[in-house]
């Protein structure tokens, strides 16, 4: 392997003086400046247009099928570009390291101020507000983990308060696969899932709407090139097969969750609707806010297939993320959804090089567009718990929002947003855009 | 709704008394009768051609891609025949119940004896001995149920001794979501996954290959059209969501999935291949071995949305399935695969209509070629077991093949083959072909 099948290095597109001729990348805090460029699938609303790549920047949208158009790039970023102009990004995401990093170094390169080549860049150009966004790509399997010790602790005492971590959870990256046809992208309104539910007391179960939906707060990782069947992606390469992250909210209706979870794992209770965030944010925007990735040296030690050097110095992500809550009243009042927790990835016991050499380790085939969930990133504090039913200690402790209302879990009309970003000293801040939900009432 | 929507009815395809003009059609105990007439996705071997749909007939296969090029039929027939024709069956399937039933009826009068359309449809024939197979479809989402309930209580005693059969299993069609990209068509050779295995009394788990390594005898319901999100299907409309009916080989590490499974589920244990046969036999073909869906007076009776009086009358399937073990050797010497376990589809406890509306009854959406597993179907008597866990009783009771050769659990070069046929009192017997697998030694 070259080096650059490895986890990405700093390089120019991440000096945190490059200004953008587009002058709202500039403005301090905003999401989406030079030093990220995200990517999205999107077309511009109510004009019959096919969906396309596009790379943000400020509060605008670089169209990369009207820029492949121009031909203003050559070698791999050229070809990847070409692969970006269709209607999703599977072609982009299967070409690989080499490829995303010359694109991103030519529209860096591009979108900096004073480039010779803003004439032929700017007409590309089209306002986010004028944008509708689709899923960034077509997702073969979903997976999801759950690599935070911190939530697989406080739910593990819900559900079996005497017996919450279990033995395994130390030593195998647990996940399974979840449900690709209903998975949306923000902002995604859904129905209450009705389903089957048992009260404790109750001789027989009943079907009904859920009376405990909640959220997860996690992220999600783009696979990029796949591997053969049979063949393990072994750790050292895992980053290489890695595209980039979005936000993502895993909806769970946790009385159905409850009910039917035993012995095969949640089934009904997670897969009417799972919400991922527009902007795909690259690995490699990403460099400048790895950490160390560190266990307790009292915990058992990840085994070989799981353990690399890099992944010991710069394995995990320091990504700060929040969840905020707006009822339906909330919004008819103009009130801004409340943030009720704040979350870090950094917490996260496995890191996303370490469940992509787990989900393979068995020969199991991962492919281009294939989406694997964190799980719900819960910090070690309680107000870092990143699902409702954490937060209010299974529903015992109501938060209480602006409006003066009270909520344990989601009733009719309220809308959650997730938010990401990443600030270090020396950098500039980046972020994730939001990932927007709102719950519909149950169908009859 | 129309009728057409339910159940496929008994019709002039499914006289007993039919004959084909292609001979091998006729030979009784034959798979592929003019009565069957299942679909597959093939092309001729070794000559570069795209992929197609096909019909089989006897020893043949009508090759509907250049079969729709001489226009032989109308209306809903060549619309269905226009869509199988593509590489993959997902078009076809999407169609719905009446376009399937016309193309039957088509192709049932086109390769009667004596049909004036012989000589048009007899150069469309391809020699079985000629094609290979793909995938019949481009699967979205595979879902696994559990509903074989002497399974259930099989594997649960094996996994839970004090508590096999868990209080939520009479009442929710337990299912969970499975993995699409490592589902492979008959004949399939996978390597032997290597996963975390811990020995009960062992510190720590080690990365091995799997020495407990199992296959599960399953249905796979080939999902026709999907419903959108948040709009469950109704149980009396379920089977109008359904085109056809494979075998399905869910290969399974046992020693992996003992250590993995809590909570979350199987995951490494499972998703390393899965193996479905090459011909999708229709519902409609399967009409006339529909049985009554019988549960014991004692047991919890279905909630309404899992219960109709078509469900009742006919929502079981008399279909008869069998378990092929071969080994290396035995294939070196020319010994066949030895048939080590039969059982039917009718002990199941859950029908093809309760997956369905089950799996939708929260808002979940299905999609035309998504792939429903039945669970291994396990029958009540021990030499029904259709897992070798259940039938060497957790590995304690080695089976003897022909060879002298003795087995508990698959050995590297070994074969499986699953057969499944219906034949009852007055009717022509219809086959699935065969599902078959080999394991190939574990990867470094």
Chains 1, 2 share one sequence.
Not at 78 to 95: C, R, S, T
Not at 327 to 354: D, F, I, K, L, S
Request: with cysteine; charged share 20%; net charge negative.
């Amino acid at each position: 392997m070259t080096r650059s099948s490895h986890a990405p290095m700093l390089n120019e597109t991440h000096d945190p003086t490059l200004r953008s001729w587009v002058d709202s990348a500039n403005w301090p805090g905003h999401d989406f400046p030079i030093q990220n460029l995200p990517f999205a699938s999107f077309r511009r609303r109510d004009r019959g247009e096919a969906w396309r790549g596009g790379v943000a920047i400020g509060d605008a949208i670089v169209d990369l099928a009207a820029l492949h158009c121009g031909h203003p790039f050559d070698g791999l970023a050229a070809e990847a570009l070409a692969a970006g102009a269709e209607p999703q990004l599977n072609a982009l995401m299967a070409l690989g390291p080499a490829h995303w990093r010359a694109l991103r170094l030519a529209l860096s390169r591009a979108l900096r101020e004073g480039s010779p080549l803003r004439a032929l860049v700017e007409p590309c150009l089209v306002p986010q507000a004028e944008a509708e966004y689709g899923l960034p790509a077509r997702i073969g399997d979903y997976t999801d983990f759950y690599t935070s010790i911190h939530h697989a602790t406080n739910i593990g005492r819900l559900f079996r308060p005497d017996n919450p971590l279990l033995p395994n959870y130390q030593w195998v990256p647990i996940g399974y696969h979840g449900r690709s046809s209903s998975i949306g992208v923000s902002p995604q309104a859904f129905r209450r899932p009705r389903g089957q539910v048992k009260a404790p007391d109750a001789a027989a179960p009943v079907l009904a709407p859920s009376r405990r939906l909640d959220i997860e707060l996690e992220l999600g990782v783009f696979v990029g090139p796949g591997n053969a069947l049979g063949e393990p992606i072994p750790i050292a390469e895992a980053e290489s097969h890695v595209f980039g992250i979005v936000l993502l909210n895993d909806w769970s209706a946790r009385d159905i969750q409850a009910w039917e979870y035993q012995p095969l794992g949640p089934f009904l209770a997670k897969n009417f609707a799972t919400t991922i965030s527009t902007w795909v944010v690259t690995l490699e925007a990403l460099a400048p806010y790895r950490v160390p990735f560190e266990r307790p040296a009292a915990d058992p030690q990840p085994l070989p297939y799981l353990e690399s050097a890099d992944n010991r110095a710069r394995g995990a992500f320091d990504i700060h993320l929040s969840i905020e809550w707006q009822t339906a009243r909330m919004a008819e009042q103009g009130m801004p959804a409340h943030p009720v927790a704040r979350t870090n990835y950094r917490y996260a016991y496995w890191t996303v090089a370490q469940m992509v050499a787990h989900h393979t380790v068995n020969g199991c085939n991962l492919q281009p567009g294939d989406l694997l969930g964190t799980g719900t990133l819960s910090g070690p504090k309680p107000e870092e718990a990143a699902a409702f039913i954490e937060l209010t200690q299974g529903g015992k402790q109501p938060l209480t929002l602006p409006s003066g209302e009270q909520r344990t879990f989601l009733e009719d009309g309220d809308t959650v947003v997730l938010r990401g970003w990443c600030e270090r000293p020396g950098t500039v801040r980046i972020g994730f855009g939001e990932c927007r939900g709102t719950v519909r009432p149950a169908g009859k």
